[in-house]
């Protein structure tokens, strides 16, 4: 396994830091600039979910798609219990919502990050790397990696579905 690297700061970091998602007891960092707001679960609206989805979140004006992640980051169709807060976050393409339970930013001199070892690194995943925060390890993705693979689950299901009828 590879050596953790010193406390990265070089220019391909964000400079505005990371969040840190957690889901269950896995944990999640993102690009602190990929989060728009945080909202609560409450006020996710559960009526006709998108694929793979959970519900629908208004920013702004938009009507964005929420999705519940599992804590082994595949996605589920349903809301998991222990999921108070809707992180909503953009990628260039789109806006959604991931249900967390708890979410909080974080500095980059606050984070390791690890090369992510390479039983990991599976084509198509969303995580990038590693990183340690406060002694616990946590998969580093964005908002687009994760958008990606959404998209990819949501394709699968319609190739299913395709080949059912």
Do not use: H
């Not at 700061?9 to 998602?21: I, Q």
């Not at 798609?65 to 108070?84: F, H, I, K, T």
């Amino acid at each position: 396994m590879s050596q953790p690297t010193q406390k990265d700061r070089s220019a391909s970091l964000p400079e505005s830091g990371f969040a840190l998602l957690r889901v269950d007891q896995a944990s999640l960092v993102v690009p602190r600039d990929d989060i728009r707001i945080l909202e609560l679960t409450i006020d996710v609206d559960r009526n006709e979910p998108p694929s793979r989805g959970v519900g629908w979140i208004a920013f702004g004006p938009q009507r964005c798609p929420v999705y519940c992640p599992s804590q082994e980051l595949g996605w589920m169709d349903a809301v998991a219990e222990n999921r108070p807060v809707c992180a909503v976050v953009a990628s260039e393409q789109r806006i959604f919502g991931l249900l967390c339970s708890e979410a909080g930013l974080i500095a980059n001199d606050e984070i390791v990050f690890q090369e992510l070892p390479p039983a990991m690194a599976t084509p198509g995943s969303p995580i990038r790397r590693l990183a340690t925060y406060q002694g616990a390890l946590a998969c580093v993705s964005s908002a687009a990696d994760l958008l990606a693979d959404i998209l990819s689950a949501q394709a699968s299901d319609d190739l299913l579905l395709e080949e059912a009828t």
